[in-house]
C-alpha cells in the first residue's frame, strides 16, 4: 500500500474508535456521529439523550392508557471545527515505505494517534467551557472560591452528592466528576480512599478513584480561572446525560505534495459542537487548590 494511500486508509480506520477513547469531559455528554455535515457552521444535529418514565398516582381500577417514553431531543449546532495538515520529511516517507504492511502501520499510527488526541482536547476544552449554565452551583460566600484541602476534600463531594440528591439529579453508579489533576492530587491523599476496579468503564482513559458515590476523573481541559491559576471550575454530572456533543463520522485525509517542496502533505478537517441540553443535571463549584510540599 503506497503511503498517500495508507496514512490516510489508517486515519479513517482509527478515528471514530480512538476519538472516544481519547475523550474524558464528553463521558457526561449523549453524543452522536453524523457522516454528512456542512462544513460553514450552519448544521444542527439532533442528539437523542435518554428518555424518563411518567408515574402517576394510582387508587385501583383501570390503568389510565400508556405513554410513550418520552425521549428528549437535543439540537446541537456544528459550528466548530479543527483542521489537519502535517507534512513528512523525505526519511520518514522512505522509513514507512520501506517497511512491512504492519511495521509500516505502526508507524504511520503514530500521526494518526496525535491527531485525534489534539482534536479530542479541543472537545473537551469547549465542553468545560459550558461550566456558567450549570443548574447545580457550589462556591464561598460572595461567589468567592472555596479553598480545598486533604481535610475537607471528601466532604466536598459529599455537599455537591446532596446537591445533586436535593436537585433529584443523582443516579447511583452514573455520576461523574470532572477534575484538575490539582484536586486529584487532594483525593489521592484522603485517608481510606482506594482503588476502584468495578468494571471496564472505570478504566476509561482519565479515571482516577470512587469517593461519595462520585467516579472521578482527570482532565487537564477543566477550566482556570483568568485572574487565578489556583482557582479551578470542576464539573459534575450523569453519566451520558448532562451534556450533548455531536461530531463529523468521517474525516478523510486528501494526500498533496506543497507547492514550494517535494515532501508527502496530508490535510483534512473535521466538525463538531457541544451544548448543554440539561443544565439541571451538571454541576460546578468554583474551587481553589493550592499543592505545597
Known sequence: MSLKTLIPTLFQEEWEKN????????????TKYDAIVKRDGSDEINVRLPGEVSVKRWGGGDLADPEKVASSIAKIKIDKGCQINFALDHAQAVQISGSSLKEAKQLSSVYSRDAVQKFAEN???DLAKLYPVA?????????????????NAAKFLS???????????WKTGKMVAICPPELTALFNQVPGLMNSEKGFEDRK???VRELAGWKIYESNN??????DDDVFYPLFGIRGESMASAKEKNIDLIHYIPEKGLDDAFKGAGMYGVGCPRPDKLGAAKVKVNLSM
Request: proline share 0%.
Open 135 to 151: 443548574g447545580i452551583w457550589m462556591a464561598g460566600a460572595s461567589d468567592a472560591a472555596i479553598t480545598l484541602t486533604v481535610d
Open 123 to 125: 472537545i473537551d476544552r
Open 205 to 207: 482513559k482519565g479515571f
Open 222 to 227: 477543566v477550566v482556570t480561572d483568568s485572574s
Open 159 to 169: 455537599v455537591m452528592k446532596a446537591r445533586f440528591s436535593r436537585a433529584k439529579a
Open 19 to 30: 476519538l472516544e477513547n481519547e475523550l474524558v469531559i464528553d463521558i457526561l455528554s449523549a
